[in-house]
């Protein structure tokens, strides 16, 4: 007999098993690929159970320009229980005037510039550092290293990021990895206000650095190693990991218009120097090859609804186990823009070619009316000459060569 996932999932609980133990399907074999296996986790590990003591827990955000998303993030971290300290890398589009509003507003907890002047581009380690420094001065019980286009979630439907912290910190863990979800935009997205919700296309972060993103560690006063790993993982002493993986929903590019201030303005331009000296930012390598970012099609992403997707990737939103890895950042945004820079290229090749065929065209024409001009006058001129008087006179001399030429062809 075969089972459904909830039948299995009443079964379990009529024999004793607590709610909260995760369920959804995984594959029997590597061959066929069918997700037919239906999977329960459960344990000490896996089940949620709401702490007693909850502890406190920080977000700090490294903001540049991200103004139409900032707002969002904050406010969606306080629903979390989350306390938000903003670093505005001297931010051009308002964001920095958001964040003073909303910490005047008691949305969040402090908001400060870094460095203490602009600064001549994008020193990422210097921004590591300094989240590390000061994250360990905070009395908060945990730090989550945050960025300003991203929405951490717990692996427990209904658990704020707070509760589930709390229950990690109570098992005696001190640090917990992330899956990245990449959420791309459509063209139905470009006609509305950015709604982290409203977006339902994705696919998995592929890059071998997505795979490892420890971003919340316990706050023990000692200062994490966050620019050794590009800040992909907080690194100190007695680092006890959690199991299972919480969530992150990223959004990078949310529209033409954004992506491409983006990465064309507040990016390329800024990581040139990182680039050179450390090899960071390779990911956005690709993007030096196109002039703009155009919405993706539905069909090249991953259809996203929290249910379904609770159950469908259970083990890659839990492990990591099952996504394809890529070098680079952003894999199906990367194949996207260079499969558009081919079609660019080919639209561009084809209108060298018609230019090229067209001059070759007018070329030859003019080249043809030429000829025929010339085709006229050597008429004229050897209609003139036959009406002369010297060719009638030579008209016998002509005659005996000829005679003499075939003579001397048929004797020699």
């Known amino acids: 007999m075969e089972w459904t996932a909830d ?20 594959l029997n074999n590597n061959v066929a690929l069918s997700k037919n296996t239906i999977l329960a986790i459960a344990g000490r590990e896996a089940t949620f159970t709401r702490p007693d003591r909850p502890k406190s827990v920080a977000a700090i955000i ?30 051009t589009d308002g964001s920095y005037e958001i964040a003073r509003t909303m910490l005047a507003q008691d949305v969040c907890s402090n908001v400060i510039r ?34 300003a286009d991203e929405f951490r979630c717990a692996p427990w439907p209904s658990t704020t990021l707070a509760e589930a912290i709390s229950f990690v910190d109570g098992l005696g863990y001190s640090a917990i990895d992330f899956t990245i979800l990449n ?17 339902r296309f ?22 994490a190693d ?9 690194a100190f002493t007695g680092s006890r990991i959690f199991p299972l993986k919480f969530l992150t929903r990223h959004y990078p590019l949310r529209s033409t218009k954004q992506a491409s201030t983006k990465i064309f303005r507040d990016r390329l331009p800024r990581i040139e120097r990182e680039h050179r000296e450390l090899g960071w930012h390779n990911h956005y390598d690709t993007f ?16 996203f609804d929290p249910v379904v997707f609770g159950m469908e990737f259970l083990v890659e939103r839990l492990s990591g186990i099952g996504i394809e890895t890529d070098d680079r950042a952003i894999p199906i945004f990367e194949w996207l ?13 084809t209108e060298d070619a018609i230019r090229m065929a067209n001059g070759v065209e007018a070329r030859a024409s003019t080249q043809i009316e030429e000829l025929e001009r010339d085709n006229l006058m050597l008429r004229a001129e050897v209609a003139a000459l036959r009406r002369s008087s010297s060719w009638r006179i030579t008209a016998p001399i002509r005659g005996l060569k000829g005679s003499l030429m075939r003579a001397f062809n048929r004797n020699g």
Request: glycine share 8%.
């Open 7 to 26: 039948e299995l999932g009443r079964f379990l609980r009529d024999c004793g098993f607590p709610e909260g133990f995760f369920l959804g399907y995984t």
């Open 62 to 91: 490294n903001v540049f320009n991200e103004y139409d998303i900032l707002e969002q993030v904050v406010r969606y971290l306080k629903d979390q229980g989350v306390q938000v300290h903003i670093v505005d890398n001297w931010s």
């Open 114 to 147: 870094f460095p203490a002047e602009t600064p001549a581009d994008y020193d990422l380690m210097g921004l590591l550092q300094h989240t590390a420094e000061y994250g360990a001065k905070l009395q908060s019980d945990w730090i989550i290293h945050y960025d």
């Open 183 to 199: 959420f791309g935009f459509t063209d139905s997205d470009e006609q509305v206000p950015f709604s982290p919700g409203a977006r």
């Open 202 to 223: 994705f696919d998995f972060g592929r890059h071998p650095a997505h795979q490892v993103q420890i971003k919340a560690w316990k706050n023990q006063g000692q200062v």
């Open 226 to 234: 966050l620019g050794s790993s590009g800040g992909h993982t907080a």
């Open 288 to 303: 030096r090859q196109v002039a703009s970012i155009q919405p993706w099609r539905r069909s090249e992403l991953l259809i």
């Open 337 to 349: 823009e260079a499969s558009k820079l081919t079609e660019a290229q080919l639209r561009q090749q």
